[in-house]
C-alpha cells in the first residue's frame, strides 16, 4: 500500500506532462466562467510580441476554415525519456534531467509495442464529481491576475480511484482533489526572451481553472501515456492538486480556423487548441522548440500577430520550453520573478541553505523521495553548496 502511495506521489511531483485543456472561447471579454478582463491597457503593445522568427500561419485567415485532421490517434508517439538539456522540437527542454520517482505500474494495453500507443483505447477514471469552481482572470498594470481554488469548470473523476475502477489496474492513484489557493500574477504582453528556459513540473494554467503540468512522470516518462485521468484528461497529485498533462478534451474549442486559446504558460504566452489558421491539425513539424509559433490569433479581444503556444496530440502535448520569460514556476512558490538555469541541472541553490520549511519536509525521508510543502510538491535532494537535505520543486529551487 505504501509503495503505491509512494509511486503515485513521486510520479506526480514531477510530472512534467504538458496538457492543455482546450481553450474557451477567447472574446477577451466575457467568456462563462471566467472573467477575462478586457483588453484595457494592453491595446497597446500587443503587435511586438512576436518572435524573431515568425513562421507566420497568416497566409489566408480563413477564419471559417472547418477543422480537420491527419493525425493517427491510434499510433502516437511514445514520449518516455524525451527531455532535453537544450531547446529541441518534440522534446522538453526540463531543469530536471534526473528522474528517479516511480510511476504508475501496470502495462497498459493501449501500448502498440512498436513505439506508439493508441489514444483511444486508453482507460478512462470513471465518475461525474462536480466542484465549487471559482477562477477569475483580471488585467492589472499590464499583468494578467489569475485567482482561484484550483477546482474545474467541469466534472471530475472519482479520487482515489477505486479498486472497482477498470482504471485502477494500471493507477492506483490515491490522492484526493482538493482546494488550493491560487494567485498567478503573469505578463499581460509577453515578450520572447533572448533565450528559452527550461521547465519544471507546472506550466501554466488553463481556462477551466486547472493547473497545467508539463508532459512527464516522476520516471522521465510519457505522462499521458502511464498515468491514466479522467474524462477530462485530469487527476490530482499528492497535494490534492488537480491538473492536466495535455489538451483537456472538457476545454471546448469553439472556433473554425485557428483554435480558440485554452489557457496561460507561466511566461504569459497563449496556449492554443489543436488547429492552424487554415483548420488542419497541427503537429511538432509545424511548431518550433518551444511547441509555439507566430501567427495571428486572437488576444484580449484583438486580432494580432505574435508568438503563441499550441496543442498538440504530439508529445510535448502542449509546452517545451518557455519561449517567454517565466513570471513563476509553480502554483506554490509564485512572485518572485525566478529566473530558472539554462543548462538543465536546476536543482539546486547557489551556496544558501535551503529554507528551513524546504528542510522540514524532507525529515525522516531519503533523497529522492517526493515531498511537499504547502501547494508545491518536489523530490527531496541536497542542493549543490549545502549539506541539507530538503524539498526542491520540480522546477528548481524556491526563490
Ligand atoms: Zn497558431
Known amino acids: ?183 498567478l500574477t503573469l505578463p499581460a504582453t509577453p515578450t520572447v526572451a533572448a533565450q528559452p528556459s527550461c521547465m519544471g513540473g507546472e506550466v501554466g494554467i488553463m481556462l477551466s481553472g486547472v493547473v497545467l503540468f508539463n508532459a512527464f512522470d516522476a520516471l522521465g516518462r510519457d505522462a499521458q501515456v502511464h498515468e491514466v485521468q479522467d474524462e477530462c484528461d485530469g487527476h490530482p497529485q499528492q497535494a490534492g492538486v488537480y491538473h492536466y498533462h495535455a489538451l483537456s478534451d472538457c476545454l471546448a474549442d469553439t472556433q473554425t480556423g485557428h483554435s480558440a486559446l485554452m489557457g496561460y504558460a507561466f511566461d504569459g504566452f497563449g496556449i492554443y487548441g489543436y488547429y492552424d489558421e487554415d483548420g488542419t491539425e497541427i503537429t511538432n513539424a509545424d511548431l518550433d522548440e518551444c511547441h509555439g509559433h507566430v501567427g495571428v490569433i486572437e488576444w484580449d479581444g484583438q486580432s494580432v500577430e505574435m508568438y503563441h503556444y499550441h496543442a498538440t496530440r504530439e508529445f510535448p502535448y502542449t509546452v517545451g520550453c518557455f519561449k517567454g520569460t517565466p513570471s513563476v514556476r509553480s502554483i506554490g512558490g509564485q512572485g518572485q520573478n525566478q529566473q530558472p538555469q539554462q543548462g538543465g541541472q536546476n536543482q539546486g541553490g547557489q551556496g544558501q541553505q535551503p529554507p528551513q520549511e524546504a528542510i522540514n519536509a524532507c525529515v525522516g525521508l531519503s533523497q529522492g523521495a517526493s515531498c511537499s510543502v504547502g501547494n508545491m510538491t518536489g523530490t527531496c535532494m541536497t542542493p549543490p553548496n549545502t549539506t541539507q537535505l530538503a524539498c526542491v520543486p520540480a522546477g528548481g529551487p524556491p526563490p
Open 1 to 183: 500500500m505504501k509503495r503505491y502511495l509512494i509511486l503515485l506521489t513521486i510520479s506526480f511531483l514531477l510530472t512534467a506532462c504538458l496538457f492543455p485543456p482546450p481553450p474557451p472561447p477567447q472574446t477577451g471579454s466575457n467568456s462563462p466562467t471566467e472573467s477575462l478582463s478586457p483588453a484595457n491597457d494592453q491595446s497597446s503593445q500587443n503587435q511586438n510580441q512576436a518572435s524573431p522568427t515568425p513562421e507566420a500561419e497568416s497566409e489566408s485567415h480563413s477564419h471559417d476554415a472547418p477543422h480537420t485532421s491527419d493525425v493517427d490517434a491510434t499510433h502516437l508517439e511514445i514520449g518516455d525519456g524525451k527531455y532535453s538539456t537544450s531547446p529541441r522540437v518534440g522534446y522538453i527542454f526540463s531543469c530536471q534531467t534526473q528522474f528517479n520517482g516511480q510511476g504508475a505500474a501496470g502495462n497498459p494495453t493501449w501500448l502498440n509495442g512498436d513505439g506508439t500507443w493508441n489514444a483511444l483505447i486508453k482507460a478512462v477514471v470513471d465518475g461525474s464529481v462536480s466542484w465549487p469552481h471559482s477562477f477569475t482572470i483580471s488585467i492589472q498594470n499590464n499583468q494578467r491576475v489569475f485567482t482561484g481554488n484550483g477546482l474545474p469548470d467541469h466534472t471530475t473523476g472519482n479520487y482515489p480511484i477505486s479498486p472497482s475502477d477498470d482504471a485502477y489496474v494500471y493507477d492506483r492513484n490515491p490522492n484526493s482533489i482538493s482546494e488550493q489557493n491560487i494567485t
